[in-house]
């Protein structure tokens, strides 16, 4: 099983939500949160910021990461600049058996003060944008 994050951006009561590119071998086509899977690498860095310093340092630098990776938007820079309020674990969810690649996802809701400006990576991105929940 493979240790993943996945980054709830909220803002304004609305959520940003991305749909996977078709061809994508895990999960084509679905909706989806941006996000990842935890890296080697990603334990040996550390996001600090009170935020976010109750988190397990590997999360918080792989959401990071996967986030700059994903949409070119920033976390590291976004606390920083106080355009983050809250970090929340909102839970953990094991991918379904009948996948063949399995992961131990981690959700964490992001609340951002703005809705960032973003740039997705279409290798794995089709679409993306904010939503009103429900």
Known sequence: MIDAVSAILVCK???FVIRRQPYLRV???YL???GGKIDEQDAICSLTHPL???HPDAHMTALARELEEELAFDLKAA???DQVETVSLVGTAVT???ERVR???HFDKIVLRHKPEVQFEHNEIAEGDWHDPG
């Open 13 to 15: 009561n609305q959520v």
């Open 27 to 29: 999960f084509p086509g």
């Open 32 to 34: 989806a949160y941006p």
């Open 52 to 54: 976010v310093s109750a």
């Open 79 to 81: 606390l920083q600049d």
């Open 96 to 98: 379904p058996a009948f």
């Open 103 to 105: 992961f131990n996802a």
